[in-house]
Each structure stands twice: as C-alpha cells, then as structure tokens.
C-alpha cells in the first residue's frame, strides 16, 4: 500500500507539472538587429512580472521579423523601419492587419575610427559617400588625412539589404530613390559595423546609438552646411533635433490579445520605458528611472 501511495503522489506530480508546462504562454518575437538586445532583456524582464509568459527573442533584421510576422511563425516582429507597402500587402492576403507600435527613438549614429580627425560631416556628405555615382571616394575630398589610412580612401561599412537599419539610412541619407553604391562592405549586425570600424582606420559606419564605444569617433551630423553638428544622444533623438533620428517599431498581427497585449502594455508602461532607456536607446517620454532598470 505504502509503495501504491508513492506512485500516487509521484503521478499526481508529474500530471501538476505537465498541466503547468501546458499552461505556460510562448511567445515568439524576431527582427532587428538594432533592437534586439532591447527585446531580450525586456524578455528576461517580463519573466519576473510573469513567469506563466515565456518569450523567445532572435534577431536576424527587420525584413526578416516582418516576414516571419506576415507567415505567421511569430507573434511580434521587431522593427527599425516603417513596414513597406508591399510589406503591408504581402500580409493582407495572408489574412494579417499588422498593428504598429512604436517603442523608442534611436539617433542612427555615424561612427569613425578614433584616430580620424573628422569631427562632423553634413548629410549630403554622407550621401556623396555611401550614393550610388557619389564622388567622394578620399578623406582628403572632406578635409582631413587619417593616419594609419593607405592612400586616405574611404571604406565604407554598411548593413545587408534586409537590415530596417540599411533602408533608414536609404531614404534619410540617400534619397528614396537613389541606391548604395557598389562596394560596400555589408555586415549582418550593428555590433559588427561598430567592431569593423574600430579596426579599420579608412572606414566609417553607421549604427544604432545603443552600439556606441569608446574605441570609435562617434561623429556630430550637420542637416546642412549652415547648421550646426548636432551630437547623436538620446535626448537629441527625443527632440528630434539630430537630422537622422528614427522611430523603433514592433508589429503584432492585428489587435493584440490576451499575453501578447499584456506583454505590449507592459513595454509601454514606465517599467519597460526604463528598460529600453538603460540600453542606450530614447523612451517614448521623459521618465525618471533607477540608474540600472531592471
């Protein structure tokens, strides 16, 4: 009887914890790149306010998480560009009505090796660097030589065409239509233009401001030839006044419903506010945080 009674119990156990991984939510959210670090620690967060609500976060870009929302495979996608049209009309005939939620704002920063003396450069300047028939080729074309730089040409580091990050920089920087020019080096990640630019004293790149090091230049941008460098900083990005400032995005299918718009209310609440904040990146308003959120 004794051993009847201990498998028992052992079975009713084993029945609670299968009725409890049953009852647990997952919830599936990928894109950018740009915001994924955000994404996985307000996962990592959330899972403190509800351990019943797990969420699996991956990056991979912007196209990426849109399309995997479009198919149906995630619940959120995270984005640093506006759904295109075709986007929206891809998802309509699959039966979706994406919901956009805008999260944050992100100065998209313009970073230098630490050795180049540039201090700022106007957006046209970028377009003449980065644009398809663009001239400048030479740091010496923007006034300056850089050590360490052979020849003083310019490397251009870039993001691949899947990147919210490549086509922001596209429409703000470029021109709606006017492509990237041939020869770019394409990375998959913010961190890795970051990275590549610190080892490579002819570059320069572009990123979210969240990816900022103190072993790169982060260059002031200028709207024009008459305003003033403006620094890429948070506060600048609120304001809008830094010329190539972006809203974050996420986008669920539809209305959101029951975990999935608990989880939204949660990263618009001041808690998720502060998380995003704490990773480099400007909250939707003024907020006064713990100096680490958690």
């Not at 914890?17 to 009852?23: E, L, R, V, Y």
């Not at 200028?222 to 506060?235: L, R, V």
């Not at 986008?251 to 998380?275: F, L, N, R």
Request: hydrophobic share 40%; proline share 4%.
């Amino acid at each position: 009887m004794k051993k009847i009674g201990i498998a028992l119990a052992l079975s009713a156990g084993l029945l609670t914890i299968a009725a409890a991984a049953q009852a647990r939510t997952m919830i599936q959210n990928k894109g950018s790149d740009t915001l994924v670090n955000v994404a996985q620690a307000w996962a990592e967060a959330y899972q403190k306010v509800k351990p019943e609500v797990a969420i699996a976060v991956t990056g991979g870009g912007t196209g990426t998480g849109v399309a995997a929302m479009i198919n149906g495979t995630v619940d959120i996608a995270n984005a640093s560009r506006n759904m295109k049209d075709k986007e929206i009309a891809e998802a309509k005939k699959h039966g979706v009505e994406p919901k956009e939620f805008t999260v944050g704002f992100d100065a998209l920063a313009i970073f230098v090796h630490k050795d180049n003396p540039l201090n700022e450069i106007t957006v046209s300047q970028l377009a003449e660097m980065y644009g398809d028939g663009g001239k400048t080729v030479n740091w010496k074309e923007v006034g300056v030589e850089v050590k360490g730089c052979q020849g003083n040409q310019i490397i251009l580091i870039s993001r691949q065409n899947n990147s919210g990050t490549y086509v922001y920089f596209q429409e703000a920087v470029l021109g709606e239509k006017r492509d990237f020019k041939l020869g770019t080096r394409d990375l998959h990640g913010s961190k890795d233009v970051v990275d590549l630019v610190e080892k490579t004293p002819c570059a320069i790149g572009y990123s979210g401001l969240a990816y900022d090091s103190p072993h790169v230049k982060k260059l002031k941008v200028k709207k024009d030839d008459k305003s003033p460098g403006i620094e890429a900083t948070m506060d600048n990005a609120i304001s809008k006044t830094y010329p190539i400032a972006r809203p974050l995005f996420m986008y669920t299918k539809g209305e959101p419903q029951g975990d999935v718009k608990g989880y939204m209310d949660w990263i618009m609440s001041d808690a998720g506010q502060c998380i995003i904040m704490d990773k480099g990146y400007a909250p939707l308003r003024k907020l006064t945080c713990p100096t680490a959120a958690k």
